[in-house]
């Protein structure tokens, strides 16, 4: 394992993408490392992740990341639930992976749109831009959608406005309103 200590989340990730990788399931790093990425530095205690995979091979990845010496916890979504469930990773120094799987609303082809960053030597699969701001609109939290402002803001020649505005469509009327909101203002 890579991380030694408490804080070290992201190195806990590289961890977790060796598995994923060598599972050959997609996936795309969302949330603080994300947006590090687009250009929005924020602290936080975690890493996350969204999957391609369904619900019913969590058991097994679960099971992986056990063998690999992981403590886990698998929370399934209720219905109404816009997450159908979540594989919480952590380790001895409590770093903690949060890997979401079945966002609804989310565009099956943000996985082909994620792109490579390297991190400490490992390529890491990211979240596109367009698909990183609807989802922070979707989410409609205070930070989430100062975040998607200033991702917007900080790369407005380089977003492909009607991809974006086809990727919010998808998570719904409120999120394609929060966007052209956002597009105004």
Not at 34 to 46: E, F, T
Not at 106 to 115: C, G, V, Y
Not at 149 to 167: F, H, P, Y
Not at 178 to 183: G, I, R, S, V
Request: zero cysteines.
């Amino acid at each position: 394992m890579r991380a030694q200590r408490p804080g070290e989340s992201a190195l806990l990730l590289l961890d977790a993408v060796d598995v994923l990788v060598r599972a050959g399931i997609s996936y795309a790093v969302i949330g603080a490392m994300a947006a590090s990425v687009h250009g929005i530095v924020r602290a936080s205690v975690d890493a996350d992740a969204i999957l391609a995979l369904p619900t019913h091979e969590l058991r097994h990845l679960e099971r992986q990341f056990r063998q690999s010496g992981l403590h886990t916890e698998l929370r399934y979504g209720d219905p109404d639930d816009p997450i159908a469930a979540v594989l919480a990773l952590t380790d001895e120094h409590d770093n903690r992976v949060d890997f979401l799987v079945g966002l609804r609303g989310l565009d099956p082809a943000a996985f082909s749109r994620a792109f490579d960053v390297t991190f400490q030597g490992t390529k890491l699969r990211v979240i596109g831009l367009e698909d990183f701001i609807a989802m922070k609109l979707f989410a409609h939290g205070p930070q989430d959608l100062e975040d998607a402002k200033l991702a917007l803001g900080g790369a407005r020649e380089s977003v492909d406005i009607e991809l974006l505005r086809k990727v919010a469509a998808r998570f719904g009327r409120e999120t394609s309103d929060a966007f052209e909101t956002l597009l105004r203002g």
